[in-house]
């Protein structure tokens, strides 16, 4: 059965860095798309970043320039790496593998604080 965990959340300080790292398992992930979304408080959740099996990426337009994801197929990771950190970033990160079957992560909570 498939999983994904995520780690690398935590509290910052606006205009800081934080890595996001979530791990696969039991999921083919080099055929598939990976990405992060988020959920900010009182709100819906959201497409931040995603990349596709071939290496394309697309980006939430909030967070061009700042944040990069990356994935590494051989050890079935994706990365989010966040710079710049504002406030209105705040949320719980979740990780998300798509194809035929979604996998969700439980999610990593980040706080910028201002």
């Known amino acids: 059965q498939g999983q994904l965990v995520e780690s690398g959340g935590g509290l910052v300080q606006a205009g800081g860095s934080l890595r996001l790292s979530c791990a696969a398992s039991g999921i083919i992930t080099s055929i598939s798309s990976m990405g992060w979304y988020r959920r900010a408080p009182g709100r819906q959740r959201e497409l931040v970043a995603d990349?596709?099996?071939?290496?394309?990426?697309n980006y939430q337009d909030s967070v061009k320039g700042r944040f990069t994801i990356s994935r590494d197929n051989a050890k079935n990771m994706v990365y989010l790496q966040m710079n710049s950190l504002k406030p209105e970033d705040t949320a719980v990160y979740f990780c998300n593998v798509g194809g035929p079957v979604e996998y969700w992560g439980q999610g990593t909570q980040v706080t910028v604080s201002a």
């Open positions: 990349i596709f099996s071939g290496g394309r990426t």
